[in-house]
Structure formats: structure tokens, C-alpha cells
């Protein structure tokens, strides 16, 4: 790869809608108090795991795997299992014709996550959708919060940067890259939010992203990731219907992210169409041009995560990634 300078890009391309969104009808009274969250107990001692899907409401694998979930009438063996359809204002707009436009309705639900943001003045539906759903999250032990990718991308999990959310990771299994980061630098993540992160609370969290929108890959790898956690909090046994772990388990990769680009300028560009999960061997490598700054890698073997090809100002564009 040389050093010209980036093509002109074009717009955003057509992407293949090869899912249905679900009928969510079922689950939207839930039994929590919560619209959209239903809970299953088995009035043994246990951890409260939580399964969320919907934080981007344009994001319907994760919907499909938990309504597919909820249908089996899933009892766990111990604690407590609670499912949630979060930002259902915007799943409520979902177009295949147009599927990118429902990603949110005022503003991302996954970047508000800071108590300083939830318990100040400002107002959008997003806002009033975390301060419900709050008190939820707050009793929850394990979180794992389902999403998916626009770009083509290796299936992986973010694990923040706590040691406990790395520990969840590696411990769920699939997927098998596991990728510790700071989040973004234009607000936090549900991760990210401060009993998931504190070094002092056994609770935690980890988002997996399960491959591309709209594939049914994309839901296998989910269930396959929800089935991972399940067994790791002991609530589900072997005979359950979810995919059995793998016969001979893919050897993980941990990869810690030491360099989080985001767009400055409204002229930022890749100088070819990479993929999530490619490895840049040379350091010093360019990568990408944002106005008159070169980004290149920090490091020999540089790890690509989820390079968005068509970031907007003051989004993220990659995160730059060293495999431990």
C-alpha cells in the first residue's frame, strides 16, 4: 500500500436488507414497568443478566435473536434473565428502503450514558428513553448490549477498558476478537456507564458487534454470543436450545485500542475501502486523510476496528488497535 493520496469516495452505498424486522407487538407491555423489558426469574440465587437490543434502532439482529429468545419462554436454571428493546421510538421507523434513517430519532442513544448528561436539563426522546430504562440497568450484574455494523467487519466485543469487562469477554467466547477501548470521544456508551467501569463494582458489561446490518450471519452470531454468556453465569445447562459452544472453540484475540480517530473536518477519507478487523503490518502506514492531516497506524500490526468509510465531523472514524 503506498502513500497516494485518497481517492474522492462516493456516497453512501446501497446496503441489501436480507432481514425482516421483528414483530416486537409480544414484548412491548414487558412485565418490568418498563415498556419493552421483560423479565424471567427463577427465584433461585443468581446474577441479573441483562440482554438489550435496539440501542440503535436501525439495528435488527439483535431483535430478531432476543424475540426468537423470548418465544422459547426461556426459565434460567439460577438468577434472573431481563430482555430489553431499547429505543423502540426509532426502531418504530425502520425502512428498509431506507435503513440507515432510524438509527435514532433526536440524538444516539449510545452516547449518553454519563450521570452528569442523564440527571442534567437537556431534553430529546433518547434522553427520556435512558432516564426509564435507568433504574433497570442499574440492577442489572452482566450487560450485554447487542448491535451491529454498517461496513464489512470481523464479528467482535468491546470490552471498555476495565479489567472486569475483559474478563466478561473472554469468558462469553464468541465472538473471539475481544477488543478493550475508551469509548468515543462525543459521549459514553451504556458500557461505559460508571458501575460497569468502576474497579470497585462486580458489575459489568460488553457490546457485541455481530457482523454487518441485515444479515442473517448477523443473528447466528448474536444467539451464539448470548448463549456464550448464559452458560458463563451458569444459567442455562447444555441440553438448552440456544447453539452449543463450538467443539473446538476459536483461539481468542485481545486487542487493546491505543488511538481513537475522530473525524475533525468534513473532508475525511480512507485511501482505500478497509474492512474491520485487517491488520496493518508496517507502522507509519497512511491510512486515511482528514482535511490536510495524514492519519497513519501507531504500530507495526496495527488492528482495524470498525472503520466507518463515510464519517461525519466529530464521529468516529477507526479505532487503531494493538493485538496483545
Not at 107 to 123: C, F, I, K, S, T
Not at 195 to 204: S, Y
Not at 231 to 237: L, N, P, S, T
Request: charged share 20%; aromatic share 6%; hydrophobic share 40%.
Amino acid at each position: 500500500m503506498g502513500d497516494s493520496a485518497p481517492p474522492i469516495l462516493s456516497p453512501l452505498p446501497h446496503f441489501a436488507v436480507r432481514l425482516v424486522a421483528p414483530d416486537l407487538s409480544p414484548w412491548l407491555a414487558g412485565n418490568t414497568g418498563v415498556r419493552g423489558f421483560t423479565s424471567r426469574d427463577s427465584r433461585k440465587a443468581g446474577p441479573h443478566v441483562g440482554l438489550i437490543a435496539l440501542t440503535h434502532g436501525n439495528e435488527i439482529a439483535g431483535a430478531i435473536a432476543l424475540a426468537r429468545l423470548l418465544e422459547m419462554e426461556p426459565e434460567p436454571e439460577r438468577g434472573r434473565i431481563t430482555f430489553g428493546f431499547v429505543n423502540l421510538a426509532a426502531f418504530a421507523r425502520f425502512d428498509p428502503r431506507q435503513p440507515t434513517a432510524s438509527r435514532f430519532v433526536d440524538e444516539d442513544m449510545n452516547r449518553l450514558w454519563d450521570p452528569a448528561v442523564l440527571d442534567g436539563p437537556r431534553q430529546s426522546s433518547e434522553l427520556a428513553r435512558a432516564r426509564e430504562i435507568r433504574p433497570l440497568i442499574d440492577e442489572i450484574d452482566i450487560l450485554l448490549d447487542l448491535h451491529s455494523m454498517l461496513w464489512p467487519s470481523d464479528p467482535l466485543i468491546l470490552c471498555g477498558a476495565s479489567e472486569k469487562g475483559r474478563a466478561l469477554a473472554l469468558a462469553v467466547g464468541q465472538p473471539a476478537l475481544v477488543v478493550a477501548d475508551h469509548g468515543h470521544a462525543s459521549g459514553r456508551r451504556i458500557i461505559d456507564y460508571p458501575p460497569f467501569v468502576d474497579n470497585n463494582d462486580p458489575r459489568a458489561a460488553n457490546l457485541v458487534e455481530g457482523g454487518q446490518h441485515w444479515e442473517p450471519e448477523t443473528v447466528e452470531t448474536i444467539l451464539a454470543a448470548v448463549a456464550g454468556v448464559l452458560r458463563h453465569a451458569g444459567m442455562i445447562g447444555e441440553h438448552h436450545a440456544l447453539p452449543p459452544p463450538p467443539a473446538t472453540p476459536p483461539e481468542p484475540r485481545f486487542a487493546e485500542v491505543i488511538r481513537t480517530i475522530t473525524a475533525s473536518s468534513g473532508n475525511f477519507s480512507f485511501v482505500q475501502p478497509f474492512r474491520g478487523g485487517e491488520v496493518v503490518a508496517k507502522g507509519n502506514t497512511l491510512i486515511a486523510v482528514d482535511g490536510d492531516e495524514e492519519i497513519r497506524t501507531p504500530c507495526p500490526d496495527c488492528l482495524l476496528v470498525m472503520p466507518s468509510l463515510r464519517p461525519s465531523r466529530g464521529h468516529t472514524a477507526v479505532r487503531l488497535a494493538r493485538i496483545l
